[in-house]
Every structure is written in structure tokens, then in C-alpha cells.
């Protein structure tokens, strides 16, 4: 690994995703020892005007999630509290960046009693309104000058854009001022254990390499739940909906995972060549495939619209025109304010031919990979009912990680990345062709909802969404097994 001094500068440094997720990772990563203090500084940017005290304060209740934790961790907050610099500034102006380069510097002079190079991490936690203003100062003011070598990289957050076009002037606009590997756009779904999981399973085992095709599966869920609402975020929400927010990223990027084709090797770039592969393959999506919903009492939020059209609930069929699935249809699902918070995998099989045991009764083979809560993957499949009858029942064969691997802390996606832009690593990025073709997938359907022509039908919060949803997964060929 490279060595020298790494300065990260978390921009947006009091607002909400910076408290909750990027500091408390950082942490995390500092404990481990993945961010040693003789060679680390974080700074805080943002426009109020705040001492660097006022910033640690803001944070430190974030740092860890329970007391007992909190007593036992208190010596490595102060420690790492005072790692953190604040610089207050705006995101279009010059002076601002400048006063944060001069901080950067400052430091890496400090720690530049031992040789080494300049890295330099900027994360934007931030709008992405203000992305395009922000990398221009940071190209300007605030680029790596170390003659030792070293870089100067870019973490974005979704959303990338609103659609297609949006997307691409942003992708564009950024483009002009760095180059893609110093870009890492996060998708924090690919962060997760079972997503990271993915790859190896399908191809490391044998048990699934002949049987993951058309010939075989019968269909794919992928399923998003949230057994809450918008909760304070409806402003933001309400101008992106469901899809923009879950589907078009993070369920889109499992089912790239799912769906494609295996990579030549493991080089980020093979892995992203076959997404994107995979993304292009995807057919148009029909009408009569989606069902698009609203919880009750969304539009009570004061900052929502009283007439507002943003769907809260989507479930829609993804249909790939290739070999391996020509005629499988992925059903992605996502929705708030459901009766339980879930995401999961399920990947259904087709019935027995000749079969003699009348197992269709009983249930079909279905393959499930739980990625929150309580990772698991389990298979229903159907045993011989044990006892002195021949009859058949069906079971599963069940990998709980909590009792598998006990004992073994998960670490959190955004940990996982955060140290990935570290060490230069972009596989679980989102390369610009993949948005691209991600876009390209929702754009039409996101118009139209936004033009006012697909409603979103009301549905009980707490429930499980508008019924249309699943008359849709079983005209999609989903046989509902008992329990689910
Ligand atoms: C975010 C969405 O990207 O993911 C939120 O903006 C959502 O609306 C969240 O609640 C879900 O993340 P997780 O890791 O809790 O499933």
C-alpha cells in the first residue's frame, strides 16, 4: 500500500449524510488502524461558520451507535476527534478552497518529516447541484502538488442526475476536470457483504454455474423494503421517487451482479465491461409491467406537495435480451412504508418435468440471498417428509452468516468503500458508461411519470403495497410459497 500523507476532506461536513455515515466510517476505519494518525488528517468543509470544536461536537454522538460502546470506544473518539480540522467556505468561490489548500498543505509539510507522497481525498457529501461549482475550485485550488508523487480523488454520491441527459451533462461537466480513474461515484449497495458476496457465488461453485439460465430459472426477484416512510426527508424525496432513489442504483446495480456474464478476470474494469454489457441487453420496459404506488399520509409532510405524483412504492419487470435470459423476467421491488424492512434476493426456479412426486403442490425450488437484515442465504427445496409415509415436504438448506460466523464483525458498506477509494481500487464504482446505460433504461418511464401520465395507486402504510403489485409477480410466472 502507498504511504504519505493522506488528507481527506469531507465536503459538507455538517449536513446529514456527513454525520451519520462519512465521519462514522472514518472512525471506524481509524480504529481498525486503516487510517494511522502520523499520517492522516480529515478536514471539514461547508459554508457555516463553525470551529473546529463546534464541527467535533456535531459528531462525536454519531461515532458509535450504543453507550456501552461509547464508554469503551471514548479514548479512540478524542483521538480521532482530533484528527479533524474544520474550514468554513462556499462551493463557488475561490477563497474558500484556497484557505482548505493552505490547510492541506500546512499539514502534509508537517508530516512531510518522513518521505512520501500526497494523497488527497475530497468527498462530496453534498448536492449534486453544487458538484460541478466544487470540482472546478477543488482542480483549481486544491489539487495534489507533491513532487513525490501521490493523487487527488473525487467521491460522489447519488443521485447522479435526475435522467439520461441530466446525467450526462453532469457526467460531462465533471469529465472536463478529472479523469475517471480519480472519480468514484458510490453506490453503497456495493459495499454490502452479500452484494460482495455475489460474484463468487455464481462464479466459484459449481452447484450454480450449469443451472443459472433461461433453461432453469423461472424468474428473479429483487426486493427493497422499508417499514418506514420518508421520515423527515420528503423535500429531497419527493423530487426523485422510489425508482430514482432505490431502483435505477442500487437494486439496478445487484441485478448487474445477478444478471451478467462472467468477467475475465477480476480487474475492475473486466467487471464493469460485462455490467455494462448486461445493462444495454436490457429491453425497453412495458407498461403493463410496472406498478407504481403511493403510501397514505405521504403527502402530509408539509414539505411534500399536496397534489405530489412521486411514487413511493415501484414494482417493475426487467426483461434481457440475451441467451442466458431471453424470456426471464427480473422483478425489481422497492418501496417505504411497507409492513417489514428487508432486501433480498430470490431466484425462483422452474417446475420439475416428469414430475412423480407432485412437488409443485409443496413449492418450487427457490434460491434466496438475504443482504439485510441478518445476511443468509437459504434453499427451498423438497425432501422426503421424514417418518414411515413417503411423502414430500419442503425445507431448507439454510447459511445464516450470524451463526456461521460468529463472532465476525460485518463491516459497514460505507466503510468497505471509503477504504477501496483509499487504496485505488474502483471495482464497486459505478464506472460513467454503466450510469449511462443505467439511465438510459428509466429515462422513459421516469418522464412519464413526471409528465403526470402513470399515477401511483395509493396503498396502506404498513402493508404490502398496492395489490397490483403482486397480481403483476404472478403474471411474471412468481409461484407464492407459504410464509412469504
Ligand atoms: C439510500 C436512500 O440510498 O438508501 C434511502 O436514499 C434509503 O431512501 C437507504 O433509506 C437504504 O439504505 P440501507 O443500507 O439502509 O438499505
Known amino acids: 500500500p502507498e504511504t504519505g500523507c493522506l488528507s481527506i476532506i469531507v465536503l459538507g461536513a455538517s449536513g ?3 454525520k451519520k455515515k462519512t465521519f462514522p466510517a472514518l472512525f471506524n476505519l481509524y480504529r481498525q488502524g486503516f487510517l494511522p494518525a502520523e499520517e492522516v488528517h480529515i478536514f471539514g468543509y461547508a459554508r457555516t461558520k463553525i470551529s473546529d470544536d463546534e464541527l467535533r461536537n456535531r459528531i ?4 458509535v451507535d ?5 464508554s469503551k470506544h471514548s479514548d479512540d473518539v478524542l483521538k480521532f476527534l482530533e484528527l479533524i480540522k474544520y474550514v468554513s467556505g462556499s462551493y463557488d468561490t475561490e477563497d474558500g478552497f484556497q484557505k482548505l489548500d493552505k490547510e492541506i498543505s500546512e499539514h502534509e509539510i508537517s508530516k512531510h518529516s518522513h518521505e512520501g507522497s500526497s494523497r488527497r ?4 457529501a453534498l448536492p449534486p447541484s453544487v458538484y460541478p461549482s466544487v470540482c472546478k475550485m477543488i482542480r483549481k485550488c486544491c489539487m495534489n502538488k507533491s513532487d513525490l508523487g501521490g493523487w487527488t480523488r473525487i467521491v460522489v454520491e447519488k443521485p447522479f442526475g435526475r435522467d439520461l441527459e441530466s446525467a450526462e451533462k453532469l457526467s460531462a461537466q465533471i ?3 478529472f479523469d475517471e480513474p480519480q472519480i468514484y461515484r458510490i453506490d453503497h449497495y456495493l459495499g454490502k457483504e452479500l452484494v460482495q458476496n455475489l460474484l463468487v457465488l455464481r462464479f466459484a461453485n459449481r452447484f450454480f454455474l450449469p443451472l443459472w439460465n433461461r433453461d432453469n430459472i423461472d424468474n428473479v426477484q429483487i426486493v427493497f423494503r422499508e417499514d418506514f416512510g420518508t421520515d423527515g426527508r420528503g423535500g429531497y424525496f419527493d423530487e426523485y421517487g422510489i425508482i430514482r432513489d432505490i431502483i435505477q442504483n442500487h437494486l439496478l446495480q445487484v441485478f448487474c451482479l445477478v444478471a451478467m456474464e462472467k468477467p475475465i478476470s477480476l480487474k475492475p474494469e473486466h467487471i464493469r465491461d460485462e455490467k455494462v454489457k448486461v445493462l444495454q441487453s436490457v429491453l425497453p420496459i412495458k407498461d403493463e409491467e410496472v406498478v407504481l404506488g403511493q403510501y397514505e399520509g405521504y403527502r402530509d409532510d408539509s414539505t411534500v406537495p399536496d397534489n405530489s405524483n412521486t411514487p413511493t412504492f415501484a414494482t417493475m419487470v426487467l426483461r434481457i435480451h440475451n441467451e442466458r435470459w431471453e424470456g426471464v423476467p427480473f422483478i425489481l421491488k422497492a418501496g417505504k412504508a411497507l409492513n417489514s424492512r428487508k432486501a433480498e434476493i430470490r431466484v425462483q426456479f422452474k417446475d420439475v418435468p416428469g414430475d412423480i412426486f407432485k412437488c409443485k403442490k409443496q413449492g418450487r425450488n427457490e434460491f434466496v440471498i438475504r443482504l439485510q437484515p441478518s445476511e443468509a442465504m437459504y434453499m427451498k427445496l423438497t425432501v422426503k417428509q421424514p417418518g414411515l409415509e413417503m411423502s414430500t415436504v419442503q425445507s431448507e438448506l439454510d447459511l445464516s452468516y450470524r451463526q ?8 459497514e458498506a460505507y466503510e468497505r468503500l471509503i477504504l477501496d477509494t483509499i487504496r485505488g481500487d474502483q471495482q464497486h464504482f459505478v464506472r460513467r458508461d454503466e450510469l449511462k446505460a443505467a439511465w438510459e433504461i428509466f429515462t422513459p418511464i421516469l418522464h412519464r411519470i413526471d409528465d403526470g401520465e402513470f399515477k401511483p395507486i395509493p396503498y396502506q402504510p404498513g402493508s404490502r403495497g398496492p395489490v397490483e403489485a403482486d397480481e403483476l409477480l404472478g403474471k411474471s410466472g412468481y409461484v407464492q410459497t407459504h410464509g412469504y
Open 16 to 18: 446529514d449524510l456527513a
Open 60 to 63: 462525536r454522538g454519531f461515532l
Open 66 to 70: 450504543n453507550k456501552a460502546a461509547s
Open 121 to 124: 481525498l475530497f468527498y462530496l
Open 175 to 177: 469529465g472536463e476536470l
Open 404 to 411: 456461521r460466523y460468529q463472532g465476525v464483525v460485518i463491516p
